[in-house]
């Protein structure tokens, strides 16, 4: 019964397909996120969404689409893959857009060759 | 432009004795403060928090200390176990677009000797 949880664990593609993360969180959680943490380390935000709505859109390319079919669920698509795309990637709930404690997901690591 | 820095990467610390994780940030909007740990394949667990209000919160083992004049604030975590040994994070909160978007700072990896 994990709060958060990612599929797929791990992503290896090649460059230009199109490839989906799919996100669910069982915490009755109003508002998630997705984050990406680089070859660098740093986790930086992505999207969040509240209630189905997107709330938060960093500066990131077309290619990303989030999709959240409900809120319990928050899905990423990504097309054309490039080589920078290569990371790990982490979802994560808080109750709503009040509360800063953010729960996450355990990340998908996306490697594109 | 990182707004959350933490510089050092990495800190060993003898089993038993306090082991202390530094973070500076930059921005002055920021009003919430967490810190994270992470062990290797799994996601950040949440670990402590303060608010802007305070400069000090504490739980168990584990206090934050924060230094608004300095931006600065500190995990300390007394004693250490071997158990802690795993990657901090430490991430602030600013309120933008109606969320609390979280910026994180790029970890410090802990290790506990025996």
């Known amino acids: 019964d994990t709060a958060v949880s990612q599929t797929p664990k791990y992503l290896v593609t090649q460059m230009g397909n199109d490839k989906s993360i799919k996100c669910e969180q069982n915490?009755?959680?109003?508002?998630m996120y997705w984050y990406k943490q680089d070859s660098k380390k740093f986790l930086k935000i992505m999207f969040s969404y509240n209630n189905k709505e997107l709330i938060i859109n960093e500066t990131v390319p077309n290619r990303f689409s989030p999709k959240s079919p409900d809120k319990a669920h928050l899905n990423l698509h990504i097309n054309s893959l490039e080589l920078g795309d290569s990371a790990v990637y982490f979802c994560?709930?808080?109750?709503?857009?009040?509360?800063?404690?953010?729960?996450f997901g355990p990340g998908t690591r996306l490697t594109v060759l | 432009d990182q707004q959350v820095k933490q510089n050092s990467p990495s800190l060993s610390v003898q089993e038993g004795r306090i082991s202390i994780l530094n973070c500076d940030y930059t921005n002055s909007m920021f009003d919430y403060f967490l810190w994270y740990k992470k062990y290797p394949a799994e996601g950040p667990t949440f670990l402590i928090s303060i608010s802007s209000i305070k400069d000090k919160n504490e739980d168990g083992r584990f206090t934050v200390f924060l230094n608004k004049s300095a931006k600065h604030l500190s995990l300390h975590i007394v004693p250490s176990q071997p158990g802690d040994s795993a990657v901090y994070f430490c991430?602030?909160?600013?309120?933008?677009?109606?969320?609390?978007?979280?910026?994180f700072g790029q970890g410090t990896r802990l290790t506990i000797n025996p």
């Open positions: 994560a709930s808080s109750q709503d857009t009040r509360y800063n404690e953010q729960f």
């Open positions: 915490l009755g959680h109003d508002t």
């Open positions: 991430a602030a909160t600013a309120r933008v677009q109606g969320a609390q978007k979280l910026v």
